[in-house]
Structure formats: structure tokens, C-alpha cells
């Protein structure tokens, strides 16, 4: 077995955000399609699709209605057999987003569940509850929705129902993500054939939604503060789910994958990537390190100790459409504390020069620490943030669930800038896009950035290239070598061959390792590394 993806780098294709084919300011399948020229010319390895399957769009996309077929908002069955072909003749491998812990309301299980009344099987595959009180007029217990709000919904009971206590569904998210009941082998067969469905239609592997949480607490205790009890013991049932699946995967040939998104601790994490469940895990303590030696340093040792535990390789990510931007979060060097729904940094606090600097630096510590790499649409361009939309344009579920107190995900959604000028920064032929794109967003247009060897785009291609032919970046065992408090040094040793790795987080240049300069993401002809800065550098053995 090659397993391909314990080094493989995936680039994370938004697909309202990346390209838009048709004109309508949404970016689309044939948009992706489109720009898979532009995608081969990074390097990347496989592509990481958002959900683009039937659905109300409450969460974009995290709603879904129909799970075998594509939202017309993205184009249909053919477009996607088509976006697979031509990756798959490109040598780049396919992977989609599952969301196995909600369907949307508007799924045909829910209708049904909903028409059928209480007691009945159908209502068996959500998680259906008596309210309290006399009538059943109040919520089931205290637990609070992630997005803001209570995270039960309560519902009528059709006409000749038998008699009984008001009925609640429970959803983890909004009201229009019910959430499924993980236990009914119903459910799990179900997905299981969802499964089959993709991996039979050429599809690699999967993003795996909300992972950790597809098992509740069926007793659904009251708790301090409303948090939802998810049981996290590592022989718990949800790690039954991921082995049924991981049958799944292993009776198809060529190395058929998936990665799983928990924000638990790297031992939980862990726990999900044992040989018999699922193949990797977003590094999420890695995400919210912040740009701090200290922090990005304990993230490294501590999940690849774990991983190393269990035998799985770790990933490394700074980005993605949860998250605000690292070129903003950098700019301010603090960590990400809280979840993915974290609120945006001050547009005000923001300094654009600090930010892609230390994203640039940050760039080249992703490709060589040995495992796999997520890489998110834009980042390549060093897109900050967008923290200044107005609130009319704002899309995010996030912003009306929580009382419009957290301006939610948009900030880092926003269109790709293909070239420097044009409506819509070639985005769209539509000078309208789903949300609206800053003035003077051409700055950043692929156009502008390609050939121009100072450029964030031409950092990563040349990253990308050297990391494809330097078996010892992203594949080698990491040694960390002596070094100032906030400095990392660290050395990368494979065949006859070392290079070291450093990164310095201090106000002051830095002395340089004797050797060669592979590449640095600053100036080093002084031949120190600046702060804010790092380096490759190819040393004797
Ligand atoms: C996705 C979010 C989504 C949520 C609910 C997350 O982990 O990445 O974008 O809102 O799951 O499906
Ligand atoms: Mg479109």
C-alpha cells in the first residue's frame, strides 16, 4: 500500500469562494474545473471540496438534504464525474466533505420524522425528546447550540397522534440541522452506503464534519454553563462508527482516505486515527498556536508524540473557512483560544505588512514538518482577513444565530482574486459575488503575484517544488537543535542528506546555520535570518 496521504499536501477548494463558471457571483464545480491548471500549478497533491451536495444552504452547504446528489447551485452529477476525471488525468487526487452529524431539515428523514410523530420509527433516526414541564412546553434540558441559542427546537405533533408531552428535536447547530441518532444502526448503514456511493463514483477520500460529536450522552443531563456532553472515552461507541467505515474504505482499491475534524485534545484526536478507524486529523492546536515559538513549539512535539502512538502520521494547517485568516491572526501573534466560531479580529489592530510576513515565515515551517499539509484557497495569495464587511452583506448562520453578537465566518470567505483587474477580480463575469469582494482585492489576483518572485504565490510553487524533490522535507523524523527561546530550529535528516528548518519569532535577526539557502521567506543575503522571517537551509550531515 502507497498511502499517499501520510505526506500528501491537499489544497481546501471553498467552492462558493474559489471560481465561478456561470455567472452568478457563486463560485461553482466547473469553476473548480476551470481552475485546475491554476491548481496543478502549485503542486498540490489533492484537492479538499467543500460541501457542494442538495442543500438549503442554512450553513452553506453544512446542511444537507440530499447526499447523493449536487446542489444545481454547483451544477450536477456530470460536472462532479467530470471535476474527478480531469483532476484524476492531472495526478491529482479527490477528496469531499462528509457530514454525517446533522442532515438539514429538509432532508427527507427529518419530513418524515416530523410527520410521523413521536414514538415512531422515523423520529428514531433524530434525537427526539419529551420536553418538560406539565405539557412538554420546555426544553428537554439547558444545552446551548455552538452557533448561539438554544439547541432544541420543539415540534407540532401531527393530527391523531397519540397523546402525550410536547416533542423536541436536538441540534448541535442551527435549528435546520437536526442532528442524527448515531445509535439506530439505521443511521450508520446509511452512511456507510453514502459512502460506497462516492468511493464508487472515483472519489479518494473524505473530510469527515464534527467528527468527535456524533455520539451525545443519551440521558442529556442538565450541565454548568449549557455545554452539550459528548462521551470522549477512546473505547467509546463512536470509534465503532469509524471502524465500520474503515471497512468500507479498505474494501475499495487505491488507498481510499479520510480526515477527521475534532478540536478535542491530540489524545482524543488520536484515538481516531488508530490503525482500524480513520487515516488523519486536522491539527487544530497546530491552527491556534499563533505566531510564538513557544506554542507553535509544544503543538509539534505534543501531536506527534501522540500520532506517533498509534502509528498515524500528523497534519499541519494554519487555515481554513472557520477560521479568521492567519495573515490578520499574525499580525497580532496571539494564540486562538475558543472554538471554530471565534470572533474577528479589530480591523483597526491589523497590520498588513507584520501579518504577511510572519504567514510567509509560517508557510515554510507547514511543508517541512513530516506529515501531511492543508493548505486553504487563498492562502497561497496571502489573503488577510475581511473584518470590515458591512453587516448587510454578512452570510454566516453565526451572525443572526447568536443575536448578531459574533460576526461569524465570512471574514474568511471571501472570493478568490484570479486577476488584477475586471469585475470581480476574475473571480465571476458578475460584478456581484456571493460577498462582496474589498476594492482593492486585486493586489492579490493570481495575475498579479505570478512570475513575481517576491510573491506569497511564488513562495509556496517554489516550496511546493522543492518539498517534491528533497525527501527530507515533510517526510523526516523532526531533531530539534539548540536555539534562543523564540527561535526554532529544528533539523529534518533523510539519505545522506540534512537540512534545517528555522523560524525566528524574536524582534532581531538571527545568526544562519553553516550551509546552503534552500529558500527563505525573507531577505537573507545578509546572511542572518530576520525577525518575522524563516529559512530552509541544506547543512552537512
Ligand atoms: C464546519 C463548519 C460547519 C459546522 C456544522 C464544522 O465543523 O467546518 O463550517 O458550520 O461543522 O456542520
Ligand atoms: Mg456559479
Redesign the pocket.
Known amino acids: 500500500m502507497t498511502q499517499w496521504w501520510r505526506d500528501a499536501v491537499f489544497y481546501q477548494v471553498y467552492v462558493r469562494s474559489f471560481r465561478d463558471s456561470d455567472g452568478d457571483g457563486v463560485g461553482d464545480l466547473r469553476g473548480i474545473i476551470d481552475g485546475l491548471d491554476y491548481v496543478q500549478s502549485l503542486g498540490v497533491d489533492a484537492l479538499w471540496i467543500s460541501p457542494c451536495f442538495t442543500s438549503p444552504q442554512v450553513?452553506?452547504g453544512?446542511d444537507v438534504a440530499d447526499y447523493r446528489d449536487i446542489d444545481p447551485l454547483f451544477g450536477s452529477l456530470a460536472d462532479m464525474d467530470d471535476l474527478v476525471a480531469q483532476a484524476h488525468r492531472r495526478g491529482i487526487r479527490i477528496t469531499l466533505d462528509f457530514?454525517p452529524?446533522?442532515t438539514s431539515d429538509r432532508h427527507r428523514w427529518f419530513q418524515q420524522a416530523v410527520a410521523a410523530g413521536r414514538g415512531s420509527a422515523e423520529r428514531e433516526r433524530y434525537l427526539f425528546r419529551d420536553g418538560r414541564g406539565e405539557r412538554g412546553e420546555l426544553p428537554p434540558n439547558n444545552w446551548m447550540s455552538v452557533f448561539g441559542g438554544h439547541s432544541w427546537t420543539r415540534v407540532p405533533e401531527p393530527e391523531g397522534a397519540p397523546d402525550g408531552p410536547a416533542q423536541w428535536y436536538y441540534h448541535l447547530?442551527a435549528a435546520e440541522?437536526p442532528d442524527l441518532n448515531w445509535r439506530n444502526p439505521e443511521v450508520v448503514a446509511e452512511f456507510e452506503d453514502v459512502i460506497r456511493f462516492w468511493l464508487d463514483r472515483g472519489v479518494d477520500g473524505f473530510r469527515i464534519?464534527?467528527s468527535d460529536a456524533l455520539m451525545k450522552d443519551p440521558d442529556f443531563p442538565d450541565t454548568d454553563g449549557g455545554w452539550p456532553v459528548i462521551p470522549k472515552h477512546p473505547d467509546g461507541e463512536v470509534h465503532e462508527v469509524y471502524r465500520r467505515f474503515r471497512k468500507v474504505f479498505d474494501s475499495y482499491l487505491g488507498d481510499r482516505m479520510a480526515v477527521i475534524?475534532t478540536g478535542a485534545d491530540d489524545e482524543t484526536v488520536a484515538g481516531f486515527i488508530r490503525p482500524d478507524e480513520m487515516h488523519l486529523a486536522f491539527n487544530f492546536r497546530f491552527v491556534k498556536a499563533g505566531f510564538d515559538a513557544g506554542h507553535l513549539r509544544e503543538a509539534i512535539d505534543s501531536s506527534l508524540a501522540a500520532n506517533a502512538r498509534v502509528g498515524a502520521p500528523t497534519t499541519w494547517v494554519t487555515d481554513?473557512?472557520?477560521t479568521p485568516r492567519s495573515v490578520g491572526r499574525y499580525s497580532q501573534g496571539t494564540q486562538l483560544l475558543g472554538s471554530?466560531v471565534p470572533a474577528t479580529t479589530a480591523a483597526a489592530d491589523f497590520d498588513e505588512a507584520r501579518g504577511l510576513q510572519r504567514a510567509r515565515a509560517m508557510a515554510l515551517l507547514l511543508l517541512a514538518l513530516p506529515g501531511a499539509v492543508y493548505i486553504y484557497n487563498g492562502q497561497e495569495l496571502g489573503l488577510p482577513n475581511v473584518d470590515d464587511l458591512p453587516e448587510s452583506a454578512l452570510q454566516d448562520p453565526v451572525w443572526e444565530k447568536s443575536g448578531r453578537t459574533n460576526r461569524g465566518?465570512d471574514n474568511c470567505r471571501i472570493p478568490m482574486p484570479w486577476t488584477a483587474a475586471g469585475p470581480s477580480f476574475g473571480f465571476s463575469t458578475a460584478a456581484q459575488t456571493w460577498l462582496p469582494m474589498p476594492a482593492d482585492w486585486g493586489r492579490f489576483a493570481v495575475s498579479a503575484q505570478e512570475g513575481e518572485p517576491s510573491s506569497m504565490l511564488e513562495l509556496y510553487r517554489s516550496a511546493l517544488r522543492m518539498r517534491r524533490l528533497l525527501p527530507a522535507l515533510g517526510r523526516a523524523n523532526v531533531e530539534w537543535v539548540d536555539s534562543p527561546e523564540a527561535v526554532l530550529r529544528l533539523r529534518l535528516n533523510s539519505d545522506g542528506e540534512a537540512v534545517e528548518v528555522l523560524l525566528n519569532t524574536s524582534p532581531a535577526p538571527v545568526p544562519l546555520p553553516a550551509g546552503r539557502v534552500l529558500l527563505a521567506s525573507a531577505d537573507v543575503s545578509a546572511g542572518s535570518l530576520p525577525s518575522d522571517a524563516s529559512a530552509w537551509v541544506q547543512v552537512a550531515q
Open positions: 450553513d452553506h453544512y457530514v452529524n446533522h447547530f440541522q464534519d464534527v475534524e481554513n473557512h472557520d471554530y465566518r
